[in-house]
């Protein structure tokens, strides 16, 4: 019989495979994935959903409900990802992404993913992986988060 910490670690195995099971199951449905060969958390790399919970941590209390949290990290993604543009690239994109918000909110974008792009240049530089796509989920008083990014 096995015994009670190998259960665990089998148990815990299952439930991280399942966990990345529906961010593979989003990108190949999103046509992110195609041939390319899948790593999970590779040998050495911290993982990127602690570095991106790391990187919204200060934008956290200000989002209650399942949408604003899925906003943030969109927000956040868009913003870690601009953050390796040339300075001239990033005006046009961030320009381009506003579009999506009507005119009201237009601004406050702007100056949101500046003030995030400014914090991954100040506290994040050494990380030089691009967010490819993540997946939330609510587990109640937590939010457990998988994140897909380039090597």
């Known amino acids: 019989m ?8 089998y148990k815990r195995k299952k439930n ?8 593979v199951n989003k990108l190949k449905k999103n046509g992110l994935l195609d041939n390319k060969k899948l790593v ?3 040998y050495g790399e911290v993982k990127m959903s602690d570095i991106l919970l790391e990187y919204v941590e200060p934008y956290m209390d ?9 906003k943030l990290f969109t927000v956040a993604m868009i913003a870690w990802n601009v953050s ?20 009201p909110l237009q601004n406050d974008f702007i ?3 500046n003030m995030m792009i400014e914090r991954k ?5 050494e990380y030089k ?3 490819i796509d993540y997946t939330l989920k609510d587990l109640g008083d937590e939010i457990n988060i998988s994140v897909a990014s380039t090597l």
């Open 40 to 42: 999970f958390e590779p």
């Open 129 to 131: 992986r691009k967010i």
């Open 62 to 70: 200000s989002v209650k409900t399942d949408e604003e949290y899925k």
């Open 111 to 113: 100056k949101i993913v």
């Open 16 to 23: 991280k495979k399942k966990k990345y099971n529906g961010l």
């Open 2 to 9: 096995a015994s009670k910490s190998t259960k665990n670690k």
């Open 121 to 125: 240049n100040t506290y994040f530089s």
């Open 84 to 103: 390796f543009l040339p300075e001239d690239e990033q005006k046009k994109t961030i320009s381009n992404f506003k579009t999506c918000f009507p005119p």
